[in-house]
């Protein structure tokens, strides 16, 4: 962290909270100091402050922290203000207008990945599919949600899914979700109809969960099939801002 554009202060009233927020029982000021190395007058000062804003709680017999309710309010306020279409809708429309061809947004609703949201910049490609479809896994949004199960429910899809499909190559199928989760993109020919192909990509969380799958779909001869490739690589950053949304952080 670059702390000539931070303020130490508050790096350590956050690292406070969050020495509070990994315990599993209420914490004493002996205990605080400990983990956290703050010198006593600092952290009564710390304690005090972030006790009187309702950020900590102390509980007046115990003399024990824990938790306020302030952070309960402003983590309501986060998930109202966190619906995953509006936020991301903006940057779907950014990736169609990018690539020409149709955006799709899907999200896992009850036992299936489902589109929910279409941008269709290339009017005249069909691409086989509508608000309201359920994916296969085979289609690449699929494979997105493949790739990052993390679910029980998931997991019974995919289950399902590779049953219905008595052909499919499993060991095939294990690698490219492998790969998929590495490169973050998955390709496919559509098999929702012919001539068309499409790419999707992840858009997850701070836990690396996922919260939606961005496809775009065009021609077959038009869509890319490699990482490598310079719309793909435009397309990938544009997805780490939405996933930067939710708080993810990695690759």
């Known amino acids: 962290?670059?702390?000539?554009?931070?303020?130490?202060?508050?790096?350590?009233?956050?690292?406070?909270?969050?020495?509070?927020?990994?315990?599993?029982?209420?914490?004493?000021?002996?205990?605080?100091?400990?983990?956290?190395?703050?010198?006593?007058?600092?952290?009564?000062?710390?304690?005090?402050?972030?006790?009187?804003?309702?950020?900590l709680y102390r509980d007046p017999r115990q003399g024990d922290y824990s938790l306020g309710y302030k952070?309960?309010?402003?983590?309501?306020?986060?998930?109202?203000?966190?619906?995953?279409?509006?936020?991301?809708?903006?940057?779907?429309?950014?990736?169609s207008d990018l690539t020409n061809m149709s955006t799709s947004l899907s999200i896992w609703l009850n036992d299936s990945p489902t589109i929910t949201n279409i941008w269709n910049t290339n009017y005249g490609l069909n691409i086989g599919a509508q608000i309201g479809t359920k994916l296969p896994i085979m289609s690449a949004a699929g494979k997105i949600f493949a790739a990052f199960a993390n679910s029980k429910e998931v997991y019974e899809w995919i289950k399902k899914e590779t049953e219905n499909n008595p052909d499919l190559d499993l060991d095939q199928l294990k690698k490219e979700l492998e790969n998929i989760r590495e490169q973050h993109v998955a390709f496919a020919i559509e098999p929702l109809i012919k001539h068309v192909s499409s790419w999707s990509l992840p858009i997850l969380n701070y836990k690396n969960e996922l919260i939606a799958a961005v496809a775009i779909i065009g021609f077959t001869e038009e869509v890319p099939r490699a990482v490598s490739s310079e719309i793909v690589q435009k397309v990938i950053n544009i997805t780490k801002e939405m996933s930067n949304i939710f708080g993810y952080k990695g690759k």
Request: with cysteine; proline share 4%; hydrophobic share 35%.
């Open 71 to 95: 952070l309960l309010q402003y983590g309501n306020a986060t998930i109202k203000n966190h619906d995953p279409i509006s936020k991301l809708k903006p940057y779907c429309k950014e990736i």
């Open 1 to 55: 962290m670059d702390k000539s554009t931070t303020i130490g202060s508050l790096i350590h009233g956050f690292n406070i909270i969050n020495i509070i927020a990994n315990s599993d029982t209420p914490l004493k000021f002996t205990e605080i100091q400990e983990l956290s190395g703050l010198s006593k007058s600092n952290l009564y000062k710390y304690l005090n402050t972030l006790t009187q804003l309702e950020v």
